[in-house]
C-alpha cells in the first residue's frame, strides 16, 4: 500500500482528484474555519522522515487528532501557527528519549522554549494500528512546555531507558541541569546517537581501563628510558675516574 492509498482509508477527504494531499496548514486553517470533518484525525505528514533518527520506518504517516490540536491551544496555550510547523520541529529537534509511561511513546526535546524559557516537547507515540486495515502510524499525542525537564530526563536515563540524538550541539541553548555522565552522553564528544544508561558505563569503564592501561605503558617507557640514561651516565663516569 503506497502512501496515498494509506490517506485515503485515513481519511479520503482530504485527498485532491491529482492524488495529492491537502496541507497540513491547509486542515488546520479548515478546522479554524469550522469546515474541517472532525471525525477523522488530521494528517501532519505522508511519512515519518523527520524522526529518521529515532526509527528507521520511515513509511508511517504522521497524524494528529483534532481533540489533540485543541487541547494543545486551550489547555497549553500554544497555538496553531505553532503546531503547524511541528514536523519542521520536530526534524531540527535536539534529542529524543523513551516515554516512562508508555513503552511506544517518544519524548521529542524540540528546540523551543517558551515565554519564560521552559523547554517545549512534543510526544509521539510510533507504529500504532489504526482501523479495520490495521495501517500503521506515527501520532502526536501532545505538544507543551515541560518545567523540570532535567529531572525527567535524568530519571529517564537511571531507568535505562533509550536515548536518541539528533542535534545535540545546540543542548547549551537550552540550560539543562544535568549529572556529568548524561552530560557527557548526549554531548558530541560521545560517539553513539543512541544510548542507554547500561552502555555509557560500559564505554566509560572502557575509556577508564584504555587510558589506565596507556599511563601504565607511559610510565613502563619512562622508567626503561631514565635506567638506560642512568645506565648510560654511569658508564661515562666510570670511563672518567682516574686511574691509581
Request: with cysteine; net charge positive.
Amino acid at each position: 500500500m503506497d502512501e496515498i492509498d494509506k490517506i485515503k482509508k485515513i481519511n479520503k477527504s482530504i485527498v485532491k482528484e491529482n492524488g495529492t494531499v491537502e496541507s497540513f496548514d491547509k486542515q488546520l486553517i479548515e478546522l479554524i474555519g469550522g469546515r474541517y470533518d472532525t471525525r477523522f484525525p488530521m494528517v501532519v505528514s505522508k511519512n515519518s522522515k523527520c524522526l529518521n533518527y529515532i526509527t528507521k520506518n520511515a513509511s508511517n504517516p504522521i497524524l494528529i487528532n483534532v481533540s489533540t490540536v485543541i487541547k494543545i491551544k486551550e489547555k497549553h496555550d500554544i497555538g496553531y501557527a505553532f503546531v503547524s510547523d511541528c514536523e519542521q520541529m520536530i526534524k531540527n529537534s535536539i534529542f529524543a528519549f523513551d516515554s516512562l509511561k508508555h513503552d511506544t511513546s517518544k519524548i521529542i526535546v524540540l528546540d523551543e522554549v517558551d515565554d519564560e524559557d521552559n523547554p517545549i516537547i512534543a510526544v509521539v507515540r510510533l507504529d500504532k494500528k489504526m482501523g479495520r486495515d490495521a495501517i500503521q502510524i506515527n501520532e502526536i499525542t501532545s505538544i507543551y512546555e515541560k518545567e523540570r525537564l532535567s529531572n525527567l530526563i535524568e530519571n529517564t536515563y537511571r531507568e535505562n531507558k533509550c536515548f536518541y540524538k539528533n542535534k545535540t550541539e545546540h543542548i547549551r541553548s537550552i540550560g539543562f541541569q544535568l549529572p556529568q555522565d548524561v552530560k557527557y552522553a548526549l554531548s558530541t564528544e560521545y560517539s553513539r546517537t543512541s544510548f542507554t544508561k547500561s552502555q555509557v558505563e560500559e564505554d566509560m569503564n572502557s575509556h577508564l581501563h584504555r587510558v589506565k592501561g596507556k599511563n601504565i605503558s607511559n610510565r613502563m617507557k619512562e622508567a626503561k628510558q631514565k635506567s638506560s640514561q642512568q645506565s648510560y651516565s654511569d658508564k661515562v663516569i666510570s670511563k672518567k675516574e682516574p686511574v691509581r
